[in-house]
């Protein structure tokens, strides 16, 4: 499959540069660099007195990381305890789930400067005010799916644990929320890539330098001279994205146990 | 005593549906009771207003010799569904253990009756299985075993073996009635098979639909205990007939005849 990218690329590069080809955009050197050469920049030092930079990226993936785990915690957490909240009572469902969907359609890079403005004058660290906002993008899935997920029972479990007096704090704890886990997983994995997105975007406004989000910036301004380097940084953020999906991957194999065909 | 005492029972769901219209029916402890009649005559509803899963519009139901609803509270009976309702996430024994883990047992008492339950239902060597790695049959023993797992005075049964193959079926009637003699508990049995009623019951009890009534009580006096030998013995053949006359009488035209073995020339 990466093969079959690679070739695409270079492939349309290629015919692109020969032809000289104007649409869907200008082909170039500086519009689609080589591969070989996003790679090469990472094994290159992008000033003499610099480190590497895939040195210098893996230090900002790492900040980005902590920012994005913390945020992805966060937004979890607070996800599943309102998709629980909602999920127990209809009337905080009629009166809260418009407003948790409007929150989502409210332009993120439009909140983002507030929470860091709002948080830095109670005198929290910016790094943790760009962790809010990677919460802000991860907690919806999560309210979504567990609210799907708490009533995804089958109306016979659930008559068996009334055969058994069962209150509805047991009926919550041993069936409703073993039964959720499948829909929860399938959106912490949305919410794992999205709170990567989260923490580069919300560095973007909060002059927090040390990430991805920094780092992004720093090359999207040197784009016309070093390209490779803004794509040798999105590589990086790609690897990051991946790395934090495929843990959950590795998370739900460990703890859920379903038939095969079951797996949401 | 009686197990179960019904009185005056009706139930109108709302939209108005009567399921059932003033039910009379006692049950002594120690029987094996079937419930029959075709699709609508409450036979279902009725089982699950003895367990206390729907409340009567009218009419109570008395279960060793209180409330319903005590009795349930009371753990006073175990019920298997025609689905197995097994708990993906749970082991085999884990899904057995799961009333015992309600009621509080401690885990040395819970394994221990655990394993008195695989070997009654003879699935020893499956306990670390997940449901979805045994056939359809032993899904329904797991969920017969975590029924009886508590030791229930009474087994509410609905249609337990409904969704199984012809063989699978008659292997497990002979299996729950062994296990009803070894535990002496009393069982309410809904099915819509007559042979299946007739092989397993000590009383028949058949009911009609629109509006759901007890249109006759048939007591079986097959002799204990039933085997192979049983479903060929020519009174067993009248017994059938007198529960299938019993259903068309009833107005029971739409009862599935073709899934009892017995309907030749019957439609």
Known sequence: MLGILWGLWEGLRALGIHYGWQRPFPIDETTMPHIHDMIGALFQRPNPEAPLLVVTLLRAARFTAKEAALGFAMGATGGFI??????????????????????????????????????????????????????????????????????????????????????????????????????????????????????????????????????????????????????????????????????????????????????? | MNAVTISGVSKRFKGGTIALEDIDLDIERGEFVSLIGPSGCGKSTLLRIIGDLIEPSAGSATVNAKPARQARRDHDYGIVFQDSVLYDWRTVARNIALPLELAGWDRDRRSRRVEEMLDLVELRGFEDHHPWQLSGGMQQRVSI?????????????????????????????????????????????????????????TRVVVMSARPGRISKLIPIDLAQPRTGATREDPRFFELATEVREALHMGGGHDAPLAATGLSEGAA
């Open chain 2, 145 to 201: 075993a975590r029924a009886l797992s508590f030791d229930p005075a009474l087994l509410l049964m609905d249609e337990p073996f409904g969704a199984l193959d012809e063989m699978t079926r008659e292997r497990l009637n002979g299996e729950l009635l062994r296990i009803w003699q070894a535990s002496g508990s009393t069982v309410v049995f809904v099915t819509h098979s007559i042979a299946e009623a007739v092989f397993l019951s």
């Open chain 1, 82 to 264: 309102l998709g629980a909240l909602l999920a127990h009572s209809r009337m905080l469902q009629r009166g809260l789930l418009p407003y948790v969907v409007a929150s989502q359609t409210v332009p993120i890079l439009a909140i983002a400067p507030m929470v860091v403005v709002w948080l830095a004058s109670i005198h929290v660290t910016a790094w943790i005010s760009v962790a809010v906002i990677s919460a802000y993008l991860t907690f919806f899935p999560v309210v979504i799916s567990t609210l799907r997920g708490l009533h995804a029972a089958d109306h016979r479990a659930i008559e068996l644990m009334r055969s058994y007096a069962a209150n509805r704090w047991t009926v919550l704890w041993k069936l409703r929320f073993p039964t959720s886990l499948p829909f929860l997983f399938s959106a912490l994995r949305i919410s794992a890539t999205a709170s990567i997105v989260g923490a580069i975007i919300g560095e973007l406004p909060s002059s927090v330098s040390g990430g991805l989000g920094g780092a992004i910036l720093n090359f999207a301004q040197y784009y016309s001279f070093q390209p490779q380097n803004l794509w040798a940084t999105n590589i990086v953020a790609a690897a990051l994205g991946i790395t934090f999906f495929l843990v959950i991957v590795a998370a739900e194999k460990l703890v859920v146990r379903r038939a095969p065909e079951h797996v949401a």
